[in-house]
């Protein structure tokens, strides 16, 4: 294994478990790393370039535990509201600030 595929392979390894399209997209990223690593001559440019496109889309490419995120957004949000609702005042007619009732507004005085 020559120095490009043995950086390719590290940089793959390095993004985590491979999902979807990934594991080929990353089969062929070490073929073109090992091509550059033989020697390609003239299309040592094209290869590279390719090479280049590949890995870029290895990185695109959004993991499945996605939905996860959402799912964990979610519950954060509904714990969040329950904690909400246990501080509001109680339904006996308690309201915030200790006044009763009114906007907390001051009055203007009539001349």
């Given at each position: 294994?020559?120095?490009?595929?043995?950086?390719?392979?590290?940089?793959?390894?390095?993004?985590?478990?491979?999902?979807?399209?990934?594991?080929?997209?990353?089969e062929t990223a070490y073929t073109l790393a090992r091509a550059l690593d033989e020697g390609a001559g003239l299309s040592t440019a094209a290869i590279a370039r390719e090479l280049r496109s590949v890995l870029t889309e290895i990185a695109k490419v959004v993991p499945e535990s996605r939905e996860d995120t959402v799912d964990d957004l979610a519950a954060r949000r509904a714990a969040r509201r329950?904690?909400?609702?246990?501080?509001?005042?109680?339904?006996?007619?308690e309201q915030r600030g200790g006044r009763s009732g009114g906007t907390g507004r001051k009055r203007r005085a009539d001349p």
């Open positions: 294994m020559g120095p490009v595929e043995s950086q390719t392979r590290a940089d793959i390894e390095a993004l985590g478990p491979l999902t979807r399209v990934q594991p080929s997209l990353a329950a904690t909400a609702a246990d501080s509001e005042p109680a339904a006996s007619g």
